[in-house]
């Protein structure tokens, strides 16, 4: 067994990544309980307790995102203990491999030696205490002294122009340090850092904790910021929030996230993206214009979204209408809509859309595309609101005039239909081949057609 990790929450109580080996090593009376999506679940015993166990199936067990993700649902990275806990006994955060930061917000509980309760947590970096705790006699805290050199009142700020900021603007003590209890004191941002170029790192922002929200633009137009993490206590991430920090390579959703509005990752570079279970609100341009994204997975206990059939795109559960998606998304055959702005600012070659789709949103293509490619002879409705929207600007600078491919014997049909009539100089037929109108089928076609002249029909049929 690789790591496993416990806590009083019996729902959640550890997790194996490397999969079910090992398993028998360290608990009895296992047994198998029903689960679905990326996680088997175990229930088992160990110290004459019961704990719920999951792992990874074995097809995700090599992928890092999904392990980042088993990880993230029981692992605690900082713990806060409130000055009402006066006492901590010798196991209770025995095998926390990945805690970093403990945070005591009164005086130093009681405990046999300060240093068992910690001594199997790796990556125990910060223990932040009150800073009549830190005294040379350390009073009444002899079981403490072995972990000191981790003890702290202040915050060590990476980068001098996130920590210049913080101080003008939170350092209620005037001192030239921000302690713990001042930034958890702030709860919100005010844009304080909008639209700053210099900023780089602001991994300490996870210790601000009163946070609720990234309020609209807090970080906009911050293009040297490199790395971020969020508190745990975000529930809400406002318009425009991160918009164009374009060297923004990684970003970790907190599991309390519930809702990511318009424009809010517009413009960044990471190359994946974590949907937690709590996040029900996801607005069409949430994660859009960011040309690095290539893998997008939601937590299959999210009750409102989903990213079925490893899409990489992020689809409304309940009306299958793909609502946002990377530039390497695929549109599952369940999906039947997408929506307003499903592919907005992206530049794939080409797209197609497969037979089932019955409505497209006026921007789902407003991106640099070359070729769309229909399946269905039935035109789907396209919302172009009257005419005033293409599936691009065509003529606008910077922007080419997509070609639009249909069915063989639907051309008059889409050159006739709402929505698709100002397209008709631009739409063309393809051939399909008899009862077999599958992707593969087209991309087969497709690739035919762009290669020569006239359309191979001779070629296709005796194939």
């Known amino acids: 067994m690789n790591q496993t990790s416990y806590t009083d929450d019996s729902n959640t109580s550890g997790y194996l990544t490397e999969g079910y080996e090992g398993l028998s090593t360290t608990f009895t009376d296992i047994e198998r309980q029903p689960s679905r999506g990326y996680c088997e679940l175990y229930r088992a015993k160990r110290y004459g307790r019961w704990f719920l166990l999951k792992c990874l199936t074995p097809e995700h067990q090599d992928d890092e995102t999904y392990r980042q993700m088993l990880r993230k649902e029981v692992e605690v990275l900082m713990l806060s203990v409130p000055s009402s806990v006066v006492g901590i006994g010798d196991h209770c955060m025995d095998d ?202 939601v937590s299959p206990e999210n009750p409102v979204y989903d990213s079925r059939e490893n899409c990489n795109a992020i689809i409304h559960t309940a009306t299958n209408c793909m609502v946002s998606a990377s530039h390497v998304a695929r549109i599952p055959r369940s999906v039947t809509s997408l929506s307003d702005e499903a592919f907005n600012w992206f530049d794939p070659e080409e797209v197609v859309i497969p037979d089932q789709i019955t409505y497209i949103g006026p921007w789902t293509f407003a991106t640099l595309i070359d070729r769309v490619y229909l399946e269905s002879p039935i035109p789907p409705y396209f919302d172009s609101r009257n005419g005033q929207l293409n599936i691009i600007n065509p003529g606008s600078e910077g922007f080419s005039d997509p070609e639009i491919y249909v069915p063989i014997g639907s051309l008059e049909a889409y050159q006739q239909a709402d929505g698709w009539r100002q397209f008709a100089h631009r739409i063309r037929e393809y051939p399909v081949a008899p009862h077999n109108n599958s992707c593969s089928t087209l991309a087969a076609l497709k690739r035919h057609a762009l290669k020569k002249s006239a359309w191979p029909w001779e070629k296709i049929y005796k194939d």
């Not at 609720?212 to 993490?229: N, T, V």
């Not at 406002?238 to 424009?263: S, V």
């Open 96 to 297: 926390c491999p990945r805690l970093q930061t403990v945070i005591f917000e009164s005086m130093l509980p009681a405990t046999n030696d300060g240093v068992v309760p910690l001594q199997n947590c790796s990556q125990l970096s910060n223990i932040f205490v009150p800073k009549y705790e830190k005294n040379d006699d350390f009073p009444n805290r002899v079981a403490w002294k072995t972990l000191r050199p981790l003890m702290k009142s202040e915050i060590a700020f990476a980068d001098p122009e996130v920590k210049a900021i913080c101080l003008r603007r939170w350092d209620r003590n005037h001192n030239g340090e921000l302690s713990i209890d001042e930034a958890q004191a702030v709860t919100s941002l005010d844009a304080e850092f909008c639209r700053n170029p210099i900023i780089e790192y602001f991994d300490e922002l996870r210790f601000f904790t009163r946070l609720e929200e990234i309020g609209i633009s807090d970080f906009e137009f911050c293009l040297s910021l490199r790395s971020i993490q969020l508190p745990q206590s975000i529930r809400h991430i406002g318009a425009w929030a991160f918009h164009d920090c374009k060297g923004l390579q990684h970003i970790e959703l907190p599991e309390r996230l519930e809702r990511i509005d318009h424009d809010a990752l517009v413009g960044c570079v990471f190359s994946s993206i974590y949907i937690p279970a709590a996040t029900t609100s996801i607005a069409t341009t949430a994660i859009t214009s960011n040309q690095k994204l290539t893998k997008v997975v």
